[in-house]
C-alpha cells in the first residue's frame, strides 16, 4: 500500500525558505516519476513540481521557477522541495504524489498524505 507522509511546513515570513520532505513507502520508489502538489483555500489541488524517476529531470510551475528545487533520493525513499523566495501567495498545503498522469492511470497512487501547511505571511 502506497503511504506517503509530507514534513517540514511552518510559518514563514515572504522571502524566506522552507525545505519540504517526503517519506514513501509501500511501492518501488526508484521506479517512478513523483510530484510535488500544493492546494490553497478555495482553490484545486495543483502540481507545483516534478522529477523523474532517476531524479535527472525535472519540471516546474512556472510561478515557482527559480525559487523552488524539487530532489529525490532513491537510496533513502524520499523525496524534497527546497522552496525559497517564499511568498505570500505561495500559502497552502502541500503534498507528494505520483504526477497527474500517473495517479489517473495507477489507482495505487489515489490516496494522500496528510499534507504539509505552508504559511507565509509578516
Known amino acids: 500500500q502506497v503511504q506517503l507522509v509530507e514534513s517540514g511546513g511552518g510559518l514563514v515570513q515572504p522571502g524566506g525558505s522552507l525545505r519540504l520532505s517526503c517519506a514513501a513507502s509501500?511501492?518501488?520508489?526508484?521506479?517512478?516519476?513523483m510530484s510535488w502538489y500544493r492546494q490553497a483555500p478555495g482553490k484545486e489541488r495543483e502540481s507545483v513540481a516534478t522529477i523523474s524517476s532517476g531524479g535527472r529531470v525535472t519540471n516546474y510551475l512556472d510561478s515557482v521557477k527559480g525559487r523552488f528545487t524539487i530532489s529525490r533520493d532513491n537510496a533513502k525513499n524520499t523525496m524534497a522541495l527546497q522552496m525559497n523566495s517564499l511568498k505570500p501567495e505561495d500559502t497552502a498545503v502541500y503534498y507528494c504524489n505520483a504526477p497527474p498522469r500517473t495517479r489517473a492511470t495507477h489507482p495505487d497512487f489515489g490516496s494522500w498524505g496528510q499534507g504539509t501547511q505552508v504559511t507565509v505571511s509578516s
Open positions: 509501500g511501492f518501488t520508489f526508484s521506479s517512478w516519476a
